[in-house]
């Protein structure tokens, strides 16, 4: 487990000091996967310093598994840093060594000897499922599994933290799908706690359990993914919604915006919001998907003439928000750009 606790990192000081993180507070459970997300310079890559100690905070701790971390004598620090393993953008390996003594380089740091060694990154290697490219050198390996070298690297010292420092930017969306799958087996399998930290809304939405959004160095919404995509009031549960346009109403019918707020929306929704108001509607735009465990989703709908009133009550029967496309933000509490999305 990690937490972090009113994290702060200035630069500079005097009138030329620049507040980069602002009092950061999150905590990463055992086997779980926390993302932080944000636009650039935001303070992603200041956290993930701070995170994996390269960096001092000016202030606030970085406390694993109940020792705060951040006030170690550097002697002490170089110990504790094993804690924590870390993934990067750019894989890091060394050209001139093949991906097992790449895997090996912390083992060899440590003392470890070579025959516990050899057995520990074929474990390693294993574990990433690349044991058959052991003797590949970097420039004979795909990104994905360069970056799979990697984590298996980061894992040699048995961390209980895991940090993914923009690890899938980069990445073809198959190669992202492979680290995802690979993360998530890492956090069940090892019960690991992952902090994710990227600028990609949509591999958010495939890996992580919960998720911060970084703004200017501030927490400004954070929480389970689940919540937050089915609390229709949340930018970041919006933000994490993939943005489709949808087909257009036939004439005559309204146009409703409608996602999946209740834990138990019955799969024949549409049938029964049909036949409870007594009326065609028909999909103009959906997506419907398992996260977390939890079906989630959305849908842009046409609806022939119905009275306002009954068409959200008989959707709030079933779990679902709805609001018409194209009524006033104030009245809805929905940002504009989302009127024509589904
Ligand atoms: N050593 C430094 N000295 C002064 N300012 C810094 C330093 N490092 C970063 N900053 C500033 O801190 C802010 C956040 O930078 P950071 O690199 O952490 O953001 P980021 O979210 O990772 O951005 P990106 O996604 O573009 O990499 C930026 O305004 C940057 O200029």
Known sequence: MISIER???VYGSGPSATVVLDGLDFRVGTGEIFAVVGPSGAGKSTLAQCVNLLERPTSGSVVVNGENLSQLSERRLRVARRRIGTIFQSDGLYGRRTA???VALPLEYLGVTPAESRTRVAELLDRVGLSSRAAHYPHQLSGGQRQRVGIARALALRPSVLLSDEATSGLDPESTASIVRLLK???DDLDLSILFIT???????????????????RITESGRIVDLLRNPDSALGRSL?????????????????????GT????????RLASELDASVSILGASIETVAGATVGHATLGVTPS????????????GLHARPV???????GVAPELESVA
């Open 185 to 187: 087996e890492l956090r």
């Open 307 to 318: 009275d306002p009133g009954r068409i959200l009550a008989a959707a709030l029967a079933l």
């Open 326 to 332: 194209g009524s006033a933000p104030a009245a809805t």
């Open 264 to 271: 138990a929306v019955p799969a024949d929704w549409v049938l």
């Open 199 to 217: 600028h990609e809304m949509d591999t958010v939405l495939q890996v992580a359990d919960s998720v911060a959004r970084l703004e200017h160095g």
């Open 7 to 9: 994290l702060t990192k």
């Open 241 to 261: 919604r993939p943005a489709r346009d949808a087909a257009v109403a036939t004439p005559g019918a309204g146009t409703w915006f409608v996602s999946y707020t």
């Open 100 to 102: 097992a003594q790449n």
